[in-house]
T-cell receptor
Framework: GAVVSQHPSWVICKSGTSVKIECRSL??????MFWYRQFPKQSLMLMAT?????????EQGVEKDKFLINHASLTLSTLTVTSAHPEDSSFYIC????????????FGDGTRLSIL | QQPVQSPQAVILREGEDAVINCSSS?????VHWYRQKHGEAPVFLMI?????EQKGHEKISASFNEKKQQSSLYLTASQLSYSGTYFC?????????????FGKGTMLLVSP
């Protein structure tokens, strides 16, 4: 149980393109999903917390107009990197939690984004 | 406040034991442990809640000392499959939707 699917797994695109990444909880409802960015051999840096039906909460230093987050249903959150540039290249990972005090975050497989 | 993990890296031979520590300067409600293999997503290992509990299964266990704001992950009789980077994530709130702050990770390599 507790499977989170993330798609696509790898994206290579030209500078200036917008890229959408989907995160789905397959077997549970996730009121809250999280988006992380991870550079090689570094920690998971929280970008934003996505709440179903409301605006996402962005961490300090994360441009909300650059990284658009939509959480339209209890099983789907999307991250759109708008007008991507080479410095946006990274490994993006989502996680979802069923909620509750004893519940972990379950991670998707991540999306490797390469901007040329 | 990012928790501090130690050591940064560990190299073991199969069958040896290891301890990975995670400490915070702030009061914690819970500590979450994950293992990530190269190029993959983190995999959940266990959660420890405020109360100083110790939990685990067979050869991987963990403890949480809330007074010291520290948690330790114990790997006994390590197997090759234990190789990866271990992250602790700390929560300062008892909200079911609280965010986690992850440490920088401890890289573990188990060799035959």
């Amino acid at each position: 149980g507790a499977v989170v699917s993330q798609h696509p797994s790898w994206v290579i695109c030209k500078s200036g393109t917008s890229v959408k990444i989907e995160c789905r909880s397959l077997d549970f409802q996730a009121t809250t999903m999280f988006w992380y960015r991870q550079f090689p051999k570094q920690s998971l840096m929280l970008m934003a917390t996505s709440n179903e039906g409301s605006k996402a909460t962005y961490e300090q230093g994360v441009e909300k107009d650059k990284f658009l987050i939509n959480h339209a249903s209890l099983t789907l959150s999307t991250l759109t990197v708008t007008s991507a540039h080479p410095e946006d290249s990274s490994f993006y990972i989502c996680s979802a939690t069923p909620g509750g005090r004893n519940q972990p975050q379950h991670f998707g497989d991540g999306t490797r984004l390469s901007i040329l | 406040q990012q928790p501090v993990q130690s050591p940064q890296a560990v190299i073991l031979r199969e069958g040896e034991d290891a301890v990975i520590n995670c400490s915070s300067s702030k009061a914690l409600y819970s500590v979450h442990w994950y293992r990530q293999k190269h190029g993959e997503a983190p995999v959940f290992l266990m959660i420890l809640l405020k109360g100083g509990e110790q939990k685990g299964h067979e050869k991987i266990s963990a403890s949480f000392n809330e007074k010291k704001q520290q948690s330790s992950l114990y790997l006994t009789a390590s197997q090759l499959s234990y190789s990866g980077t271990y992250f602790c994530g700390t929560a300062q709130s008892d909200s079911g939707y609280s965010t986690l702050t992850f440490g920088k990770g401890t890289m573990l390599l188990v060799s035959p």
